[in-house]
């Protein structure tokens, strides 16, 4: 058994003495001192490594809502359109999403509120992760872009 203790312990931060005299020589030198314990930090502090992590989209779809004749074909369209939905999943993580709205307000009642969200991307090379059926009527599609994928949808888009 490993027992952590959060928060407990006694830790102790370096101590910067401020320069008390005014001789150049000791301020420069203290100043130097302050420079390096900055730097110090910040070499702790921040990553050296930008790392962007995968991206994952999902998508579900019903089968008996399916427009197909027979079970099987019910069953392959849902694994369809769940497929197009994590992608539509991904487009809006990797490229945005562009909302319009409208209200009408009149004598300080909302009479009408309409809202449209729109999707605009191009998703190259998504890993599929998994196809499962959830209870007895729905499947779920799991799609995800590696960092590499990303960092070459985005080039594309901006060119």
């Given at each position: 058994?490993?027992?952590?203790?959060?928060?407990?312990?006694?830790?102790?931060?370096?101590?910067?003495?401020?320069?008390?005299?005014?001789?150049?020589?000791?301020?420069?030198?203290?100043?130097?001192?302050?420079?390096?314990?900055?730097?110090?930090?910040?070499?702790?502090?921040?990553?050296?490594?930008?790392?962007?992590?995968?991206?994952?989209?999902?998508?579900?779809?019903?089968?008996?809502?399916?427009?197909?004749?027979?079970?099987?074909?019910?069953?392959?369209?849902?694994?369809?359109?769940?497929?197009?939905?994590?992608?539509?999943?991904l487009?809006?993580?990797?490229?945005?999403?562009?909302?319009?709205?409208?209200?009408?307000?009149?004598?300080?009642?909302?009479?009408?509120?309409s809202?449209?969200?729109?999707?605009?991307?191009?998703?190259?090379?998504?890993?599929?992760?998994?196809?499962?059926?959830?209870?007895?009527?729905?499947?779920?599609?799991?799609?995800?872009?590696?960092?590499?994928?990303?960092?070459?949808?985005?080039?594309?888009?901006?060119?």
């Amino acid at each position: 058994m490993v027992f952590v203790a959060g928060c407990e312990g006694n830790f102790s931060l370096p101590r910067i003495e401020l320069p008390t005299s005014s001789s150049s020589q000791a301020d420069s030198d203290d100043l130097a001192a302050i420079n390096n314990a900055v730097a110090a930090t910040a070499a702790v502090t921040k990553p050296k490594v930008k790392v962007v992590p995968t991206i994952t989209g999902m998508g579900y779809a019903s089968i008996s809502s399916q427009p197909a004749k027979s079970s099987n074909q019910r069953r392959l369209m849902a694994i369809r359109a769940a497929r197009l939905e994590a992608m539509r999943n991904l487009t809006e993580q990797v490229h945005g999403l562009k909302i319009n709205s409208r209200t009408t307000i009149i004598d300080a009642i909302v009479q009408n509120d309409s809202l449209r969200a729109t999707v605009d991307g191009t998703i190259l090379g998504a890993r599929t992760v998994r196809i499962n059926p959830v209870g007895s009527d729905t499947y779920e599609v799991v799609l995800e872009l590696d960092q590499a994928l990303i960092s070459t949808i985005m080039k594309a888009a901006r060119g």
